[in-house]
C-alpha cells in the first residue's frame, strides 16, 4: 500500500482524510477525520524516531548508529519536536550565504531545512543544484 500523502501535490496544501474503507466487506465511511500527528513527518523523521525509540531514547546510542555527532542528533531531536508541536523551534538566523538571482530566499529555506535535520546533505545538494 502507499503511503498516505500529507500535503496536496498541486499547491502544497494541508490534506485530511476523508474516507475509509472496510478491508472485509468494503463498507465505506465518509467524514472529515482527524490525523495522526505522526503521519505528517517527513521520512527523515520517521527514521530518527524509529532509531531514537530502538535506542530507548539514548542519544548517543542514536549518533553511534546514524553516524552522527551529538550536537547533530540534538538539532534532529529538536526538529523532530518541533514537526510534532512538542516544541517551538528556535530561530536560528544562518548568515546570507548566497545572493544569485532573487533565489534568496528558496536557498534560504533549504539551507533552514538541512540545519533542522528535515532533509539530508544530499537532499539539501540536489535542491540547491536545481535553482
Do not use: W
Not at 57 to 78: C, F, I, Q, W, Y
Request: aromatic share 4%; glycine share 6%; with cysteine.
Amino acid at each position: 500500500m502507499n503511503r498516505m500523502l500529507s500535503k496536496c501535490p498541486v499547491c502544497a496544501g494541508d490534506l485530511y482524510v476523508s474516507e475509509m474503507a472496510c478491508s472485509g466487506c468494503s463498507t465505506r465511511i465518509q467524514s472529515p477525520f482527524e490525523r495522526c500527528q505522526f503521519c505528517s513527518l517527513s521520512p527523515e523523521h520517521l527514521q530518527f524516531l524509529e532509531i531514537f525509540l530502538r535506542c530507548r531514547g539514548n542519544l548517543s546510542g542514536v549518533g553511534a548508529e546514524m553516524g552522527l555527532s551529538h550536537p547533530t542528533v540534538n538539532k534532529r531531536l529538536d526538529a523532530l519536536l518541533a514537526a510534532l508541536g512538542l516544541r517551538e523551534e528556535e530561530e536560528t538566523p544562518l548568515p546570507s550565504l548566497v545572493r544569485v538571482n532573487g533565489r534568496d530566499n528558496d536557498r534560504r529555506r533549504i539551507l533552514e531545512m538541512l540545519d533542522r535535520g528535515d532533509i539530508t546533505a544530499e537532499e539539501a545538494t540536489r535542491r540547491l543544484r536545481e535553482l
